[in-house]
């Protein structure tokens, strides 16, 4: 019977004392389980913070440099067929030529007529025909050639008459307006000619638009697009050329009419000059 409680109390003791042993290795087990799946967790989340980073450096839009005026009409110019869009740059060439050749013409012949027409009739009313002559001669634009006949008249003996001065006048207002008005066609010229060879790029761009419909045997608009480009570059370039070339010479024109009002203006003072001059034979 002792022998019996001896065994059961060694038992006992043994189960008793490897209890907190295995306890103590079970939570140790479990804490590293735990560290070990923070860890996991851990690692996962950098890569995946790793994986984002380049999708949204990549989601983000790159800046594409923007194009110059100058490149992006140089590549419609192209896109256009060069060969045929010269003929294009050439209208607007010539026409700017011939429109800068009057502006220029058209300043210089612009003087302060008042001013001038005053000096004239004092010089006139003093008698000094000659002076008064050689002050036209020295003064540019068609109100002082116009004054310079008048003049000329005055000193003559036969032709200083009232109504050959009138005469004069009138001729000479006439040829320093066709002066004024000299190539002003040239320049109408092209501004009709360029929307014209864009009509004619147009009609081109569709011919060719066909043939190639006709080659494929398709219409699909990968094959009209190129025909259909061309015809509408074509257009809108000659329209351009057309609408530039236009307001220059509107600008001409009203300078041609302020220097023809200038003449007409100047016109009934000499004649009213050449009335009260002595030179002037009634």
């Known amino acids: 019977m002792k022998k019996y409680f001896a065994i059961v109390a060694m038992v006992a003791a043994c189960t008793f004392g490897m209890t907190p ?97 005053e000096t004239l009739a004092a010089k006139v009313q003093k008698g000094d025909i000659k002076g008064a002559l050689d002050f036209c001669a020295g003064t540019r634009g068609p109100v002082a050639q116009i004054s ?57 761009g569709m011919v060719a638009a066909f043939d190639a419909i006709e080659a494929a045997g398709d219409i699909s608009p990968t094959v009209v697009a190129g025909g259909m480009k061309v015809a509408l570059i074509t257009t809108i370039f000659g329209i351009v050329v057309a609408l530039i070339l236009q307001v220059f010479y509107n600008y001409i024109l009203s300078r041609v009419e302020a220097l023809n009002s200038n003449m007409e203006e100047a016109a009934m003072s000499l004649l009213d000059m050449c009335v009260k001059s002595d030179k002037c034979k009634k």
């Open 21 to 117: 042993s295995v306890m103590a290795q079970d939570a140790e087990e479990q804490a590293t389980e735990q560290v070990d799946s923070a860890a996991v967790v851990e690692e996962e989340e950098q890569v995946a913070e790793e994986a984002e980073a380049p999708a949204e450096e990549e989601a983000v839009p790159q800046e594409q440099p923007k194009e110059t005026l100058h490149k992006t009409l140089k590549t419609k110019f192209i896109e256009g067929d060069a060969g045929f869009m010269s003929l294009v740059a050439i209208a607007l060439v010539l026409g700017l030529a011939f429109c800068i050749e009057r502006i220029i013409y058209l300043t210089l012949a612009q003087v302060n007529t008042r001013n001038f027409m």
């Open 148 to 204: 310079k006949k008048a003049m000329q008249n005055l000193l003559s003996d036969d032709q200083n008459d009232i109504a050959t001065i009138e005469r004069t006048i009138n001729i000479e207002a006439e040829v320093q307006g066709a002066y004024l008005e000299e190539n002003c066609s040239w320049i109408t010229l092209f501004i009709a000619m360029a929307p014209s060879l864009g009509f004619l790029g147009t009609v081109i």
